[in-house]
């Protein structure tokens, strides 16, 4: 067999399993998100070369004879409560091309610079001085970088849209619009202030729609309530009283943990989760990459926009984004809200098309190969 090309840094290709997985080792081997999955796979599936998965802890003699090429599926990187001070250590030793994908920052608001540490600012440089162009999430990602002095960047939205292979599939989203609502998918638990009143009305609606999926990415303790684990003193005790208050107060706590165990799920594979999201109607979402999961199965989907790195994804992808207070003001009438929306099944393809194709072209440049998928996309 022919050596590996590349040095693939991610926790996995976008499936975790193993004996009696737990949800700490799900919460580990994800990154700590649920969502990474979709991009761990989707980055992975640019390509057609064989990889080396690379972690922060992984030693970079054990591949660098191995490999000419580092990618980085990246995500929220550029946030101040992170270190990459190590992956910057292992590009610089590496000393090959990195190509970075997906790079965002973390901020609630637009016109925030987040105070990165050092060893992050280490990183980014170390990418940017490998790298021809370093692939962000969008503007804001951009403006971050070259606060910190980093200019070479495109954004380009998440690899995440990459996804589904048919260059149709916004119009395949958009002749769904205005069906009748029978099952309803939310990805959320975010438990931020300004979406509380959207993810209540959601949780109601989801418990009131057999069949229906209140789908949670993190923390720890969300998945564990899903899975049915309660423990009545300690850490889990205090979550699920937090989770109580924030979706759905006026229950007693016996209920809501009943009624949430019996709508709430995760997933562990890219490709289930693909194929389970293709079941429902619709899609409305705290949560960007659950909804990813379901717009790349052609679920219609609309995000709440409550904050920086969820709007500019959004934007960076032509994907339907919304302030959480109007949304919650519409979940009566899910169907007659999308069809207000004016989904452009025309423009998302349009956008997947300049995505695929921007990515098809600096693979090809780089020395690797564009998958099938993806040439199919740009082309």
């Known amino acids: 067999m022919a050596k590996s090309k590349v040095a693939y840094f991610a926790r996995n290709t976008g ?53 000419d090429k580092i990618v980085i599926s990246a995500a929220n990187f550029l946030n101040p409560d992170w270190d990459f001070r190590g992956l910057g250590n292992m590009i610089e030793k590496l000393g090959k091309e990195c190509l970075v994908f997906g790079l965002g920052a973390q901020s609630q608001q637009e016109g925030e610079i987040p105070r990165l540490q050092d060893g992050t600012i280490h990183f980014l440089r170390a990418a940017a001085a490998h790298s021809r162009t370093i692939f962000v999430r969008g503007a804001y990602s951009a403006r971050v970088c070259e606060h910190y002095g980093v200019r070479n960047v495109q954004a380009a939205g998440c690899p995440s849209v990459t996804l589904n292979g048919n260059p149709q599939l916004g119009a395949q989203i958009q002749a769904r619009i205005g069906q009748p609502l029978a099952r309803l998918y939310c990805a959320g638990a975010t438990f931020k202030k300004d979406t509380q009143p959207l993810e209540r009305n959601l949780f109601a609606l989801i418990n009131a729609l057999p069949g229906s999926l209140y789908c949670v990415q993190n923390p720890e303790p969300v998945l564990a309530l899903a899975d049915g684990i309660y423990h009545a003193s300690g850490g889990l005790s205090e979550f699920a009283g937090r989770a109580h208050q924030f979706l759905d107060p006026e229950s007693d706590l016996a209920g809501f943990l009943a009624r949430f165990a019996r709508v709430a799920g995760y997933f562990t594979d890219v490709a289930a989760w693909l194929q389970d999201a293709a079941s429902y109607d619709y899609s409305v979402c705290t949560r960007i990459h659950g909804a990813m999961a379901t717009l790349m199965a052609g679920v219609p989907a609309v995000v709440a926009g409550h904050d920086a790195r969820v709007r500019e994804l959004c934007e960076a992808m032509a994907i339907p984004c919304r302030a959480p207070a109007e949304i919650a003001a519409h979940t009566a009438d899910i169907p007659g809200y999308f069809q207000s929306l004016k989904f452009d099944g025309q423009a998302f393809d349009r956008r997947r098309q300049a995505i695929a194709a921007t990515y098809a072209g600096y693979l090809r440049d780089s020395g690797l190969t564009p998958s099938a998928r993806l040439l199919g996309l740009a082309t």
């Open 15 to 67: 499936r975790v399993s193993g004996p009696g997985l737990s949800v700490s080792g799900v919460m580990d081997e994800t990154g700590g998100n649920t969502g990474n999955l979709l991009f761990f796979r989707a980055a992975r599936e640019l390509f057609e070369e064989e990889v080396v998965l690379a972690g922060r802890t992984t030693a970079v003699e054990s591949f660098a004879d191995s490999v």
